[in-house]
Structure formats: C-alpha cells, structure tokens
C-alpha cells in the first residue's frame, strides 16, 4: 500500500494559496486541474476555521472530479475531518507520528526538510511518503526561507527511498534542472497561480516532466 499511495507524489504538485488568491481561489484551483496538475495542496493561514472548512471541502469535490489527491498545509485535524488524502506538516507543527494516527495509514503525509538531509531521514524513519526540500530559488511566499543548494537533491536520492519535492521559487524556467537533480515533484505556487493563465502554464508543466521522463527511460536503456 505505501508504495502504490506514494507513487501518487510525482509532477506538478501545485499549492493553493489563499493569500495570494482570495477570492480566486477556486477557480484558480479548478484551472490548474484541468491544465493536469498531479496534487493539489490547500494552504490557509487565516483565522476563521468555518470559512477554512468551506473552501477545503469545495477544493476536495473539485479534486475528486479530477481524481487528484489534495493535501492540507499544516493542519491534520482539518484534513481527518472533510475526508481529505493528506496533510503537508512543517517543522513546528503536529509531529508525523500524531498525524499519522489521526489520519490513519491510507492518508498521504509529506514533511517539509528545508536543506537539512537529517530532517528527511528522520521523516522517512516516522513513515512520511515524501519529503519536500527548498527554497531553491527566491520565493515571494517565504522570502526568509533559507537556501537549498541544488545538489542537495541528488544526494536525497541517494539516501532516500520516498518520493523528493522541490519548492522555491520554481517556474517553468527554472524547474527542469530540479528534475534533472533528482526531484519528482515540483511544488508551485507563484509560478504558477501568479501566472495569467494558470490552465496553460500548468500544461507546459506537464510538458516539462514528459520530457523529463522520457530522457530518465532512455537513460536507462542505454546502461543495460
């Protein structure tokens, strides 16, 4: 079961920041998965916990006409109670052995390592199907976030055994060299709800990781 859950953690796994979108928020999310977003992650750091709930259980109906899984940002009680598929935990939030018993073993959980390959290992040891790594370029989400050297994804692989996002500033520029390192998934919110046609930036994406695929296939055929 693990492995068939984290073989869901792969493409553009884009992030639907109230705070950037307000009131946009669902039509922007339901641009992005029709463009063919792989994950859909609902991040909300407001207050009221009635108009949170509302906008997370509209995310999971449109998510579940896409058959896309969506994660919510730091708060597993909300995602055990609208039924979502996961929860994205930070470093100062509910530790992934509570959230894992509150969501149970279907749930996906994924862990934010920052640059700090300890962090990774540690979550992977608690049972987390993914890690996340960055920021690697400037991120106007968190610009105080500290750096991540790209290298650092190639040396996760080499250690890992879960499923690697990057998150940071990534664009459709910027993000096929993350996945050449070793990503397998590319965590946007800017790049790509910032943009003026999230459908279509969201299909470039796509473009992005076919290509990618396709190079990864043809690699290793060519050392058998």
Do not use: W
């Amino acid at each position: 079961m693990n492995s068939e859950r984290r073989r869901r953690i792969h493409g553009l796994y884009a992030i639907a920041d109230r705070a950037l979108l307000g009131g946009r928020l669902l039509p922007a999310a339901a641009a992005a998965l029709q463009g063919g977003a792989s994950l859909l992650q609902f991040r909300d750091k407001g207050e009221d916990r009635q108009e949170r709930e509302e906008l997370a259980r509209a995310l999971l109906a449109l998510c579940r006409q896409h058959r896309v899984p969506l994660l919510i940002n730091d708060d597993p009680g909300l995602a055990a109670t609208i039924g979502a598929d996961g929860v994205h935990l930070g470093s100062g939030d509910t530790g992934l052995p509570r959230a894992r018993a509150m969501l149970g073993e279907r749930a996906l959980i994924g862990a934010s390592c920052y640059n700090r390959l300890e962090l990774a290992l540690k979550a992977q040891e608690e049972g987390a199907d993914y890690v996340a790594f960055g920021r690697f370029y400037p991120s106007r989400t968190k610009p105080e976030a500290v750096p991540c050297p790209v290298t650092l994804l190639g040396e996760a692989r080499r250690h890992l055994s879960i499923p690697i996002v990057a998150i940071g500033g990534i664009t459709t520029e910027n993000g096929p060299r993350l996945l050449a390192a070793g990503a397998d998934a590319l965590a946007v919110i800017h790049g790509l709800f910032g943009q003026p046609d999230i459908e279509a930036t969201t299909r470039t994406f796509h473009r992005i990781f076919c290509t990618t695929e396709a190079r990864r296939s043809r690699s290793k055929s060519g050392s058998r």
